[in-house]
T-cell receptor, first 115, second 115 residues
C-alpha cells in the first residue's frame, strides 16, 4: 500500500469547514483512499473512501485530485464532537485472489475544533 | 443493525497470567481483523480471518498470542502468558468483501493492562 503524509495537527473553528489534506504521491491505479477517525481511545470510525471520483456522504466529502496524488477530507460544518485524530489510508483493492486485507494506520492528523 | 462488540472493555491482569479477549463481528461479515495500539504507538494489524480461516497472521507479535474464530462467527484472542509490553488497546474490526473492496467497521476495543 502507498505511503501517506498528513499534517500532525490542525485547528478549526466550530461551524466552519474543516479541510484535512493527505498526500499520497505514490498511489497506484488500483488503490483506494480511505479516511477513518479516532475519538479519544474509541475504536476507529469509518468516514468515507474513494478511488478516483469525489465522494460525499452524510459525514463528509472526499476530494481526490485528478492525478490522485493527494486528497482532502472536508467536514462541512465542524462541531466540537469532530475533535479527533483523522487517518488517511491508501489501500489496494482486492488482492489478485479477490480477498480483503488489513488497514495500515499512520500517525494521522489531530483535528481540534475550537468553540 | 448491531455493530462490532468486544468483551471485556477493560482487563487488568498480572504478568504471567492469561487473558482472553472476545470479538463479535457484525452479522454476516466474513472478514474479521484484530489490531492493537500500545502506548504512544500507532494502531497495528495483528491478524485477519476469512470466516474461520486465518488469512494473514503476519502481525502477531509472538507465539504467546493465539487467535481463533470458531464457526466463522465470534473470535477470541488469548494472550498466555501476558507480559508487560502486551498492555494496550485491542481492536477488532469486521467487513464484508464486495465490489472489489471492503469497509472495515471497528469495535470499541478492549483496554488491557498488564501489571
Amino acid at each position: 500500500d502507498a505511503k501517506t503524509t498528513q499534517p500532525p495537527s490542525m485547528d478549526c473553528a466550530e461551524g466552519r469547514a474543516a479541510n484535512l489534506p493527505c498526500n499520497h504521491s505514490t498511489i497506484s491505479g488500483n488503490e483506494y483512499v480511505y479516511w477513518y477517525r479516532q475519538i479519544h481511545s474509541q475504536g476507529p470510525q469509518y468516514i468515507i473512501h474513494g478511488l478516483k471520483n469525489n465522494e460525499t456522504n452524510e459525514m463528509a466529502s472526499l476530494i481526490i485530485t485528478e492525478d490522485r496524488k493527494s486528497s482532502t477530507l472536508i467536514l462541512p460544518h465542524a462541531t466540537l464532537r469532530d475533535t479527533a485524530v483523522y487517518y488517511c489510508i491508501v489501500r489496494v483493492a482486492g488482492l489478485p485472489s479477490g480477498s480483503a486485507r488489513q488497514l495500515t494506520f499512520g500517525s494521522g492528523t489531530q483535528l481540534t475544533v475550537l468553540p | 443493525e448491531a455493530g462490532v462488540t468486544q468483551f471485556p472493555s477493560h482487563s487488568v491482569i498480572e504478568k504471567g497470567q492469561t487473558v482472553t479477549l472476545r470479538c463479535d463481528p457484525i452479522s454476516g461479515h466474513d472478514n474479521l481483523y484484530w489490531y492493537r495500539r500500545v502506548m504512544g504507538k500507532e494502531i497495528k494489524f495483528l491478524l485477519h480471518f476469512v470466516k474461520e480461516s486465518k488469512q494473514d497472521e503476519s502481525g502477531m507479535p509472538n507465539n504467546r498470542f493465539l487467535a481463533e474464530r470458531t464457526g466463522g462467527t465470534y473470535s477470541t484472542l488469548k494472550v498466555q502468558p501476558a507480559e508487560l509490553e502486551d498492555s494496550g488497546v485491542y481492536f477488532c474490526a469486521s467487513s464484508l468483501f464486495r465490489g472489489g473492496t471492503d469497509t472495515q467497521y471497528f469495535g470499541p476495543g478492549t483496554r488491557l493492562t498488564v501489571l
